[in-house]
C-alpha cells in the first residue's frame, strides 16, 4: 500500500467525485480510477460505492480514510523534520504588501511553533505582482489575494473578504450604508500600471477599463483618493488613513486570500505553511 495511492484515495473520498479528485491530484481520471481498484484489491474489500447518483464511502472505506489521513500527515511531518535535522530547511515566503493581513502575526507564531528549526525568508512585493514572484521563481510560497494567472500553480483559499469603495469621507457617497458598481461609473479610479496581470486588473477595476493616476501600493492608492478625489476598491478589513473611508459595494465579489505555489513543488513545509495559514486566517 503505497503513499501515493493513499493520497489518491483521500481525494476521491473527499471530493466523492472521481472527476473533481482528478482535477485536484492534476491527472486524468482514468489512472486514478485504475489506482483505486487496485487498492480495493489490496485491501480485499470495496472501499466506495459508485452509482449514477454518484460516490459514497463504504463503512471499510470510512475506517481508510480516517486511517490514511493519520498516516499521510505522519510521513508529512517526518520528512520536514528529517529536512530540519539536516540544515537544509528553509522556506521563502511571498506576501502581497496589501496592509491589510491582520492574521500575520497568529500565522508566524503558529508555523515557528511547528518548524522552530525552519528559516523563513519574507519576500514582500507591490500590488503589480499578485503572485508575490511565484512564476519568476523567486518564492516558494505565497501569501496574496485572488485573481490572477493560475497557470502551473496550486491555488488554495484561507479566506474571502467582502470589498468596498475606497473614498474621500467628505464624498457624497461617502455616508451612504453601501453602494453599487453603477453608483461609480463617471468616476477617476486609481489603477495599476500596463503589465500588471489582467485578471488582477480587471477585477480591482470593477470589470471595466478605467482611468485614473497609476499605483503601484496600498499607500499610493489611499494618497491617490486623498489628493486627487479619485476612488478605488478596498478590502473591508483595511483601515483607510485619517480623511478616507470604505463603503461596503453589494454587487462586488469578495477578495479571496490565497495561499499558492507551483503545482510540482512537492515540499512538505509548503503544505504545512498552507494549512497553518488556513487556521490563522478562519481563527
Given at each position: 500500500m503505497e503513499l501515493r495511492t493513499l493520497r489518491y484515495f483521500v481525494a476521491v473520498a473527499e471530493e466523492l467525485h472521481f472527476g473533481r479528485a482528478a482535477t485536484r491530484l492534476h491527472m486524468s481520471q482514468p489512472p486514478l480510477s485504475r489506482a483505486i481498484r487496485q487498492l480495493e484489491g489490496e485491501v480485499g474489500a470495496t472501499l466506495l460505492d459508485r452509482s449514477p447518483a454518484g460516490v459514497t464511502l463504504t463503512p471499510v472505506g470510512a475506517v481508510l480514510l480516517e486511517e490514511a489521513r493519520a498516516l499521510l500527515d505522519r510521513a508529512e511531518r517526518l520528512r520536514v523534520r528529517v529536512a530540519a535535522a539536516a540544515g537544509a530547511a528553509t522556506l521563502t515566503v511571498g506576501i502581497l504588501g496589501d496592509g491589510g493581513d491582520r492574521a500575520a502575526l497568529r500565522l508566524a507564531d503558529s508555523?515557528?511553533?511547528?518548524?522552530?528549526?525552519?528559516?523563513?525568508?519574507?519576500?514582500?512585493?507591490?500590488?503589480t505582482d499578485p503572485t508575490c514572484g511565484l512564476h519568476?521563481?523567486?518564492?516558494?510560497?505565497?501569501?496574496?489575494?485572488?485573481?490572477?494567472d493560475e497557470t502551473g500553480l496550486r491555488v488554495h483559499e484561507v479566506r474571502a473578504d467582502p470589498v468596498g469603495a475606497l473614498l474621500r469621507a467628505d464624498d457624497p457617497l461617502a455616508g451612504r450604508a453601501q453602494l453599487k458598481l453603477a453608483d461609480l461609473t463617471d468616476r477617476r479610479w486609481f489603477r495599476f500600471p500596463e503589465g500588471t496581470d489582467p485578471r488582477w486588473q480587471a477585477?480591482?477595476?470593477?470589470?471595466?477599463?478605467?482611468e485614473g493616476p497609476v499605483v503601484r501600493a496600498v499607500q499610493e492608492c489611499q494618497q491617490a483618493v486623498l489628493w486627487?478625489?479619485?476612488?478605488?476598491?478596498?478590502?473591508?478589513?483595511?483601515?483607510?488613513?485619517?480623511g478616507l473611508a470604505v463603503v461596503p459595494l453589494s454587487d462586488m465579489p469578495p477578495s479571496r486570500v490565497v495561499v499558492a505555489w507551483n503545482e510540482g513543488d512537492t515540499n512538505p513545509l509548503i503544505r504545512s505553511f498552507a494549512e497553518i495559514a488556513t487556521a490563522a486566517h478562519r481563527a
Open positions: 508555523y515557528r511553533r511547528r518548524h522552530p528549526r525552519v528559516e523563513v525568508r519574507v519576500r514582500e512585493t507591490d500590488l519568476a521563481g523567486l518564492v516558494d510560497v505565497a501569501l496574496t489575494r485572488a485573481p490572477f477585477y480591482w477595476n470593477g470589470g471595466e477599463s478605467r486627487n478625489g479619485t476612488i478605488g476598491l478596498a478590502p473591508l478589513v483595511h483601515r483607510p488613513t485619517r
